[in-house]
């Protein structure tokens, strides 16, 4: 045997002796969790059927320390969330689903719109739930990482959601974090705020949609929404206005904003009365600068980011008819839209790098394919897709072939004009 063999066997045992040195810690972790499990309501029968010999997911941790909504620009982020085929699938929705949402509201006080923005921006209307299987997401999470006490407490709700038996445990898949269903509640979230309101006896955020929808109602109301209330006005600062020191928490009543010159994004004025909102501009002074009110702070709690609760805010304005922002984002490579993205993936492609699957989602294959095209375009190399890179890449494709003419075909049809 070669030295290099030598070291290459001695290598990999001690790759494998760590590995299964970390399985066997991971089991041991999650044994240790019994009593504590127990003592929160998790029978002993229901721990040892979802828990035992539960493999770790390290994926997960990775993702632990990543939150888009934290580290993406938002003019990327409000570009992939808010656009027009996410607009036209919630229009839809808000007509096939009016007559539960009508009850929805009745119970809630929550208006439809907004109810289908949370449902739009967590799961695309329930065609992204996530691939993560929860019991195992947590289990993960709850033994290797930063925050384990709080992932623990996640994963004795999962287990107690099982136990009652509301969500079979084959459909209980979510997000790495434990999100799951239509819109995403957290297991702790499901257990203090979840309803049956298909009245079949179960809650059930995986399959029900009146569950689904019911459930974010139930959720905003307690979060402090307010029927009739707007969640903020898009508006336009005075020339030279300081935002510093200003914020969503800073309120001040309309009247006062009104007095420092600030009126509505389309040059009207801020709407009369006393009502007190916040000051936000999540891109400073130079970019969209709303006025928020309570209701803001309702969207926020659902996530705890400005920016995701601006997703929700202007999708549920967008579903009533509304426009998209007045004032610009401060970039000059503006955020493309998730038709946008495939095209970039399909061009991307066409030049011969592997992307893998054309789905807007822009991983890792496609980053490394970005970086690369930027290097060979001149542009800076940073992975993040654009609409610099989109109309460089548009401008070097060759035209499109023109169609083929539809060979004409016998019909057995009296109407020349009907379709066959």
């Known amino acids: 045997m070669t030295l290099s063999t030598c070291c290459t066997a001695a290598a990999l045992a001690l790759t494998c002796s760590t590995a299964l040195a970390q399985a066997d810690e991971f089991s041991r972790c999650l044994a240790d969790l019994k009593p504590a499990a127990q003592a929160a309501g998790v029978r002993g029968d229901t721990f040892d059927r979802h828990v035992e010999g539960l493999a770790a997911d390290l994926t997960v941790i990775d993702k632990l320390n990543f939150q888009p909504e934290f580290r993406t620009p938002i003019w990327d982020y409000l570009a992939g969330l808010v656009d027009d085929e996410r607009v036209e699938q919630g229009r839809a929705l808000l007509t096939q689903h009016a007559e539960v949402l009508a009850q929805v509201q009745a119970r809630y006080r929550v208006d439809p719109a907004t109810v289908v923005a949370v449902w739009g921006v967590e799961s695309n209307f329930g065609q992204t739930f996530g691939k993560y299987p929860l019991v195992q997401a947590l289990g993960t999470l709850s033994c290797i990482g930063r925050r384990q006490a709080y992932f623990r407490g996640e994963l004795f709700a999962t287990l107690r959601i099982l136990q009652a038996g509301h969500i079979a445990p084959e459909r209980l898949v979510g997000s790495w974090a434990g999100a799951f269903g239509h819109t995403q509640f957290m297991p702790s979230t499901f257990e203090r705020l979840a309803v049956d309101f298909d009245g079949d006896g179960r809650r059930d955020l995986m399959d029900s949609v009146p569950d689904a929808l019911g459930s974010t109602a139930n959720f905003l109301a307690k979060a402090g929404w307010q ?124 030049r011969g790098h592997d992307i893998g699957e054309v789905d807007g989602m822009l991983g890792d294959r496609s980053k490394a394919a970005v970086r690369a095209e930027q290097a060979r375009l001149g542009h800076e190399v940073s992975g993040r897709a654009g609409q610099r890179l989109l109309k460089a890449l548009r401008a070097e494709a060759p035209p499109a072939a023109p169609a083929a003419p539809e060979p004409v075909t016998p019909s057995s049809s009296s109407d020349p004009a009907r379709p066959s």
């Open 227 to 350: 029927d009739g209330r707007v969640w903020g006005w898009e508006v336009r600062l005075p020339a030279g206005f300081s935002v510093a020191g200003q914020g969503r928490k800073v309120r001040q009543p309309l009247s006062t904003w009104a007095a420092a010159g600030l009126r509505l994004a389309d040059g009207s004025p801020l709407p009369a009365g006393t009502e007190a909102a916040g000051l936000m501009t999540p891109a400073g002074a130079a970019g969209p600068a709303f006025l928020v009110t309570r209701n803001f702070d309702a969207l926020y709690s659902y996530n705890a980011a400005e920016s995701y609760g601006l997703a929700i805010a202007h999708l549920s304005d967008r579903l009533r008819g509304g426009s998209p922002f007045a004032t610009p984002w401060p970039t000059d490579d503006a955020g493309l839209s998730r038709a946008e993205r495939r095209e970039v993936q399909t061009l991307l492609s066409a």
